[in-house]
Antibody, heavy 121, light 106 residues
Framework: QVQLKESGPGLVQPSQTLSLTCTVS????????VHWVRQHSGKSLEWMGR???????SYNSAFTSRLSISRDTSKSQVFLKMNSLQTEDTGTYYC???????????????WGPGTMVTVSS | DIVLTQSPALAVSLGQRATISCRAS??????MHWYQQKSGQQPKLLIY???NLASGVPARFSGSGSGTDFTFTIDPVEADDIATYYC?????????FGSGTKLEIK
């Protein structure tokens, strides 16, 4: 069955770099795109970026200068790297699989359980 | 960015109908999707393409609308439906989510 699972450090110091891994199973990264979405505690969801199935990437311009998404298809993993972390980056980070019913109609049909990241010294 | 506006909360009696609205700041055509998020859990897809029921989702859930005005309905509401419901648009980058509507039982 389709599964996604995020993993990461939990605690990151301000100004440091966050590195997260999304490990997927039940589908191929060359067939489906995977997105990163974050959620501040008690707040709404914020789309960060996407790894397309063809290996291309796209980012929310709010993060462009400090966000990078990559993948290792042999390990079925998608990576998120974000630098210059601040306390406002504290939250839960999710990876989600994209499904589509046509151009511009992309939605997230499976989500990982999320990984909590705290930015604090 | 397209802003999606949702009412913050809704209280409904068990067995009654719950209607949640989502208004987009510009047309998203039918590129609107709905998610349920229970406390401490990840979001779950319920409706895609404005009105299509996701796999395994009970027919008590439905969605409608196009352009800028969308409605998500639960009928009848059950106790297990207590959650926050989010709309999400994919018409334009960046994808954006509504602020969420928290469903409470009267």
């Amino acid at each position: 069955q389709v599964q996604l699972k995020e993993s990461g450090p939990g605690l990151v110091q301000p100004s440091q770099t966050l590195s997260l891994t999304c490990t997927v199973s039940g589908f191929s990264l060359t067939s489906y795109s995977v997105h990163w979405v974050r959620q501040h505690s008690g707040k709404s969801l914020e789309w960060m970026g996407r790894m397309w199935s063809d290996g291309d990437t796209s980012y929310n311009s709010a993060f462009t200068s400090r966000l990078s998404i990559s993948r290792d298809t042999s390990k079925s993993q998608v990576f998120l790297k974000m630098n210059s972390l601040q306390t406002e980056d504290t939250g839960t980070y999710y990876c989600a699989r994209e499904d589509t019913m046509g151009i511009t109609s992309w939605y997230f049909d499976f989500w990982g359980p999320g990984t909590m990241v705290t930015v604090s010294s | 960015d397209i802003v999606l506006t949702q009412s913050p909360a809704l209280a409904v009696s068990l067995g009654q109908r719950a209607t949640i609205s989502c208004r987009a700041s510009e047309s998203v055509r039918s590129s609107m999707h709905w998610y349920q998020q229970k406390s401490g859990q990840q979001p779950k897809l319920l409706i895609y393409g404005a009105s299509n029921l996701a796999s395994g989702v009970p027919a008590r859930f439905s969605g409608s609308g196009s352009g800028t005005d969308f409605t998500f309905t639960i009928d009848p509401v059950e106790a297990d439906d207590i959650a926050t419901y989010y709309c999400q648009q994919s018409r334009n980058d960046p994808f954006t989510f509504g602020s969420g509507t928290k469903l409470e039982i009267k």
